[in-house]
């Protein structure tokens, strides 16, 4: 590891006041000190905000306000969220590993980086750890990269489970700016597509800060998590899907479809989430929904397996959530 | 830097750089060897200590920011309700070269504390438990542990006679 100052915050302002630029926020540090280790990211200062009392779960109207220290395990473990949003308890069971679970944070998960080989090897060209200096992934070796989202200057693939729940669950971000201001993000949005600056990953600027993320009440029961990996637990989704439905006669009436192992960000799609609105569950509904979501992917030799695989997924969870 | 930190019960006083991870403290810093480092990247579970009662891969962890913390290693789980999962490790031979035991014990009282606790895993059917720590249950909740050898079948097996007589966590066995 390169040299760093290290500054342990006294409260949120005193944090904001300890960053500088070059610096970096540390909670849990799992992602961040590996990147470290490896000399991917060299922060000159760590400022660490574990210790502010951002680790609650607060009852929040209808819904939950999660602080951003929580961690994955107590998150995931919450007799609240087990009861009422069983889909994001189900997508931080299926991440990582208890170990990992007991220190990575709500906050810190939602800026986790991409495991492109490309992007963890300091000696290959990598537009998001050195922008400008081009891509090894393209014209290099394929597998868990992204389909849908890239660009011509980036394949890098979004990891975590979490935020794909928390996508299809509506969640919303608590951002503290520099000026000590709250402001409300919801998920959409707060991940940026690659395009030609793949280096910024979310629209945070240097030195705000998560300070929670706030569920509403589900507006669906029927909450299903599927990941698809290459072996039965601790390994990142190859395909991954988190549904929230509801159902009223028969009828969907509410559908909210996330999705892991595609996208260069965590994955959304309207207007598969309103075709599958108002209708009754079909087979070939949920196939229709499937050409839909894939219907601007670009797989190349190496991830075109995902296709197919998404697709069968997506089947798979749609017939489990709507029987 | 200078830190504290409760080891196994004894309060130890470091002054650190503040890149030395918590498992080099451990070992380089108080010659507390038995946490062993095997990938230093979470990957292999070799490093897993207890902090504050839970269970954390000491290799990505940083020293300084465990000021204060109650830390236990191998070498201490003997009081912390670690013993008959020793003895039952050794009767179940659930070990060949020894490197990864170290990590698969305190990963072991950890998780049999979390299953106490009532946590469910990706395993379980059912988010609201009770919980039976069947093989599919221990092969989940001991994922972030690798065995080299391959000796999961008796390191599975110690844990469930570990667990069933009492040691960790007594009412979650079956």
Redesign the interface.
Known sequence: ?R????H?ARDLQDAQTDYVSGAAF?AG??NL??LM?LQVMTPER?V?I?RLGLDRIEDDGDGLRIGATVTN?DL??DPRV??RW?VL??AL??G?????R??ATTGGNLLQRTRCPYFYDPDTPCNKRDPGSGCAAMGGELRNHAVLGTSAHCLALSPGDMPVALRALDAVIEIRGTDGRTRAQPMEGFHRLPGDTPERETVLDPGELITAVRLPAPRGDRQVYRKVRDR???AFALVSVAAVLRLEGGVISHAALGFGGLGTVPWRDPEVDALLTAERPSAALFDEAATLLLRGAEPREGTAFKLPLARRVLRAVLEEATQ | MQITLNVNGVSRALDLDTRVTLLDALRHHLRLTGSKKGCDHGQCGACTVLANGRRINACLSLAVMHDGDAITTVEGLHEADGAGLQQAVIDHDGFQCGYCTPGQLCSAIGMLDELAQGWPSHASDGLEGPFTLTQAEIAERMSGNLCRCSCYPGINAAIRDAAKTGTGATEAAE
């Open positions: 590891m040299p760093f100052d290290y342990r540390i540090g799992t000190l590996d280790k760590l660490d574990s395990s995931a473990a087990r009861r069983p308890s189900r069971l299926a990582a590993s208890g170990q990992l007991n220190k039965a637990s601790y």
